[in-house]
């Protein structure tokens, strides 16, 4: 099956978003994907200063969501949508699911915020897997899937064939732009994509913003920790990529022994 990772500009608005999420879904269905995933918190943006991103209303927010489900449903696509979400009188930063009918199958949290985000959000507290047209899935999202390989391998454990992984790094103001794809030089995002495949044993699927100066791309890498496809680096567009669900065995994470704590340190 075909799998998309959107990598759009950093949206100027919310409607801005909703705009590039329907050009780059209907791109994604022309060329026959069944699911695209979106880069973290894209509505309405995550919240860089740079940026002066609006903090939306639970209504605004809802209608957004609504918008998304139609135009899931125009083009019979699966979106994995990130997004600001109010829940439980929680501010929770969120990938929403909807399948290619329109229908919102359920949400994963970030549960696992980066320490610079402790006074924006609140962190979620559960994990999901989801199945979409045989495809069976989790979601990790940037600071997740970059510093707490565990949230990958409970995904894959639970028979996730794919690991989606929304992320946001970059800036359209300061940075360089990377030449080569994993590169030593450049930082060590792309190298961390790598590592949660192979040591799972499943695609990773990593989605990214076309930043002027990204830190990373958008990707795709298989099961066996080989490098598939990327996005150029600050070209908005969307990456198509044709996987094999069977080769996602899962093997390595299902090895896992969860090992009982032992007693305490000993000495000699």
């Known amino acids: 099956m075909k799998i998309a990772l959107a990598s759009p500009p950093f949206p100027k608005s919310l409607s801005d978003g909703l705009d590039s999420l329907k050009d780059l879904t209907q791109k994604a269905a022309a060329q026959q994907a069944?699911?695209?995933c979106f880069p973290e918190s894209f509505l309405p943006g995550y919240p860089y200063e740079e940026f002066n991103v609006e903090k939306c209303s639970p209504e605004t927010l809802q209608l957004a969501l609504e918008t998304a489900q139609g135009i899931a449903a125009d083009n019979n696509i699966a979106i994995i949508l990130p997004m600001d979400w109010y829940a439980d009188g929680a501010y929770l930063n969120v990938a929403q699911?909807?399948?290619p009918t329109g229908e919102l199958l359920g949400y994963q949290t970030k549960n696992q915020l980066d320490p610079s985000e402790d006074d924006i959000w609140q962190a979620g507290t559960d994990r999901q897997i989801f199945l979409i047209n045989g495809l069976k899935f989790g979601i990790v999202i940037c600071h997740e899937g970059f510093r707490y390989p565990e949230t990958a391998r409970w995904a894959a454990r639970r028979g996730?064939?794919?690991?989606?992984?929304p992320h946001c790094s970059g800036s359209n103001k300061s940075g360089v732009v990377p030449t080569e794809w994993g590169d030593k030089n450049?930082?060590?995002y792309e190298k961390a994509m790598m590592m949660r495949s192979i040591e799972n044993a499943v695609y990773f699927a990593s989605a990214n913003y076309a930043f002027t100066y990204?830190?990373?791309a958008?990707?795709?890498i298989a099961p066996d920790g080989s490098y598939m496809a990327h996005q150029p680096y600050t070209v908005p567009g969307v990456l198509v990529v044709d996987i094999d669900p069977a080769l996602a065995t899962g093997y390595l994470a299902k090895r896992y022994k969860n090992v009982p704590h032992g007693q305490g340190i000993q000495s000699l």
């Open 214 to 216: 990204p830190d990373s």
């Open 160 to 165: 996730a064939q794919v690991v989606f992984h």
């Open 97 to 99: 699911v909807i399948s």
């Open 34 to 36: 069944e699911i695209i």
């Open 218 to 220: 958008s990707t795709v």
């Open 186 to 188: 450049s930082p060590y």
